[in-house]
């Protein structure tokens, strides 16, 4: 099987967006590894158009749990959780792209 010329990508509330853009962000100025091109991707998404392609949604929730983890001590709790909360979104979505479509039906 040979791999597709059709890059996979991920249609993302505007909420978590936004979310998104301003964790990393900080990502960012934390100077994190990897944090800046997917905080320019989602910085410049704008409207109706929240795609992304999976291996940018995937570098901005890794991004986004480096943060959390290097910012566990210095944040309230509640801001701890929103950020926790936007990267496992992120992740979930990009595995919901990347696992196998079940087949329905009777076998």
Request: charged share 20%; with cysteine; hydrophobic share 50%.
């Amino acid at each position: 099987m040979t791999s597709s010329a059709f890059q996979r990508t991920i249609i993302l509330p505007a909420p978590v967006c936004r979310q998104a853009a301003q964790h990393l962000e900080h990502a960012v100025e934390k100077a994190i590894d990897g944090a800046a091109t997917p905080w320019r991707a989602f910085r410049t998404a704008d409207g109706d158009d929240f795609a992304f392609s999976v291996p940018v949604v995937e570098q901005a929730a890794g991004c986004l749990l480096v943060l959390a983890a290097e910012s566990a001590q210095s944040l309230r709790p509640s801001a701890l959780r929103a950020l926790i909360g936007v990267a496992l979104h992120l992740r979930d979505a990009a595995e919901a792209v990347r696992r196998p479509a079940l087949p329905t039906g009777a076998w």
